[in-house]
């Protein structure tokens, strides 16, 4: 619509190339506050194993609760931190959080779980992830066995690089998994050369399972690829009963997704993991 009303009046409809840029510019600032101001949290939804029903995981998302703005989704400031280069303080204090909070969950005496941590591709690239990670794992004294971090196929642009890292990560005994899989325009050729152990299916697709043939068979094919690959795969954005029935006839590993749990605060999980024991 925009383009037929004529340039003349595009204006009216988008905003200015100044507004766009001073609003970057504000949220970049509100960034470095609110590193400085604490203004950032990290919630955890479950990763449940569908045969079983079992809370296995929870995977960690960041959330930024600005004192005027309100809470901001990290679809809005995570690519403007990418951009900025401020992921990489950011994302260290949440890798940082999340270790340290899955170990007090350990030795409060929950039962253990993987914790999954999302890397963005500017993370992955910095020189001195592998160190990073390392002295987060030493410092918060959580066993790598315990850490997923969640890849996306956008690292693949450096391919001998990105599994050089990998190995290094995997050596630790840290898990990998791609996240949205299926959503990036990558060749799968690197699902036999990188060392991951998992696939995350993306929302997307899980959407419509119950609905759309389609999906329900591009969804059916993926588990199987992965199962022949030995890897094990997530299904991500599950939301209903019945998707979750279609997920278990073709043998999906884990789940996450409203049906079971929202994103929720560290205390409110405690809750679930105490009834689950009970
Ligand atoms: P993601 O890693 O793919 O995370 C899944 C997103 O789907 C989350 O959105 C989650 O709240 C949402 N979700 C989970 N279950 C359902 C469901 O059943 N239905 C629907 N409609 N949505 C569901 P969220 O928390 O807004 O995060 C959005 C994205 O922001 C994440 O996608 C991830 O790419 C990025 N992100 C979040 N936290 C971090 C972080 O700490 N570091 C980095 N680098 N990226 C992060
Ligand atoms: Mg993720
Ligand atoms: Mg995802
Ligand atoms: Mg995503």
Sequence with gaps: R????????????????NEIVSKKMQLENGMRKALKQNEFRVVYQPQVEVATGKIIGVEALLRWHH???????????????????????????????????????????????RMAVNISSRQFQQSNLVEMVRDTLTK????????????TESIIQDSNQAVHKMQ?????????????FGTGYSSLSYLKTFPINTLKIDQTFTRNIYTDPKDASLVDTIINMAHNLNLKVIAEG???????????????????GYYFSRPISAEDLEVILGEEVA
């Design 2 to 17: 925009v383009k037929e009303d004529g340039k003349n009046n595009f204006q009216f409809y988008a905003p200015s190339m």
């Design 140 to 151: 918060t004294g959580l066993h790598p066995s315990f850490l997923e971090l969640e890849l």
């Design 168 to 180: 290094q990560l995997r050596d630790m005994g840290i898990h990998l998994s791609i996240d949205d």
């Design 67 to 113: 004192p005027e703005w309100g809470v901001i989704s990290p679809a809005e400031f995570i690519p403007i931190a990418e951009e900025t280069g401020l992921i990489l303080p950011i994302g260290e204090w949440v890798l940082h959080e999340a270790c340290l909070q899955n170990k007090t969950w350990q030795q409060n005496g929950y039962q253990p779980l």
């Design 238 to 256: 599950v939301e209903t009963e019945e998707q979750l029935q279609f997920l278990e006839t073709k043998n999906c590993n884990e789940a996450q």
